[in-house]
């Protein structure tokens, strides 16, 4: 079922609703479509990776409603780290952060970080919100395809796979989000994406008093 959102209350409540049943759903971002599964269900968990064909070595990253979310997947952040974030999100960057104990082997990288980003998309932040606020959400495509940008083109390619598909706007040029981490005052772009170089720049450094960018190469391994 495709529902449009412009019936916001009836079209949460039912992705909520198919999130806390163990379903796999459609969800529209500020970045690409995205396909999500409640953290503590294991059996959706299970169908996320088999849905894209996902290799169940490579972690799933998580979306949460808003930084006081954070705590729910990841350990407390040096404060320079919590002042760069509250900068940039809500929006399109996805940062690698030390995993909070106890959560699914699914969302966690072999370095011990999971991937977390919090959406710039009232709709989706609602969800995230009913649901607990945080849910494993990976783009809406098979592995190694190009991510899918509207709710039908998600409806054609995983029909009965899914439950609700949201109805939201899309963006023909949406970029996938950049993904970041961090080794101690370095911070290394993994992956390019939606927020470029420049912005991570005076995010980090907003002063401009480091005579140095800390930002460097793409570590190896890391890709979410």
Do not use: Q
């Not at 929006?91 to 966690?108: D, I, N, Q």
């Not at 990288?109 to 649901?131: I, Q």
């Not at 990976?138 to 039908?152: D, E, F, M, V, Y």
């Not at 083109?153 to 970029?175: I, K, P, T």
């Amino acid at each position: 079922m495709i529902v449009p959102s412009s019936n916001d209350d009836g079209a949460v409540l039912a992705a909520i609703r198919d999130l806390l049943a163990g379903r796999v759903i459609g969800l529209p971002t500020d970045t690409v479509y995205g396909l999500a599964a409640a953290l503590d269900r294991p059996g959706a968990i299970a169908d996320l990776f088999a849905i894209k064909g996902r290799s169940e070595g490579k972690p799933l990253p998580i979306l949460i409603a808003g930084t006081g979310a954070l705590g729910l997947v990841a350990r407390p952040v040096p404060a320079r780290v919590a002042a760069f974030l509250a900068a940039l999100w809500p929006g399109g960057l996805t940062v690698a952060l030390p995993a909070r104990a106890g959560l699914s082997p699914a969302v966690v990288a072999p370095d011990g970080t999971v991937g977390v980003r919090v959406p710039d998309h009232g709709l989706t932040v609602a969800v995230l919100r009913g649901a607990g606020g945080a849910a494993a959400v990976t783009s809406a495509n098979r592995s190694g395809a190009p991510p899918l940008r509207t709710a039908s083109e998600v409806r054609a390619a995983f029909g009965s796979w899914l439950g609700v598909v949201l109805d939201g706007e899309g963006r023909a040029d949406a970029l996938p989000s950049t993904v970041i981490g961090f080794d101690g005052d370095e911070m290394s772009i993994i992956r390019h994406g939606a927020i470029g170089e420049d912005l991570l720049r005076a995010a980090w450094d907003p002063a401009g008093r480091e005579s140095v960018p800390r930002v460097v190469s793409t570590r190896p391994g890391t890709v979410r």
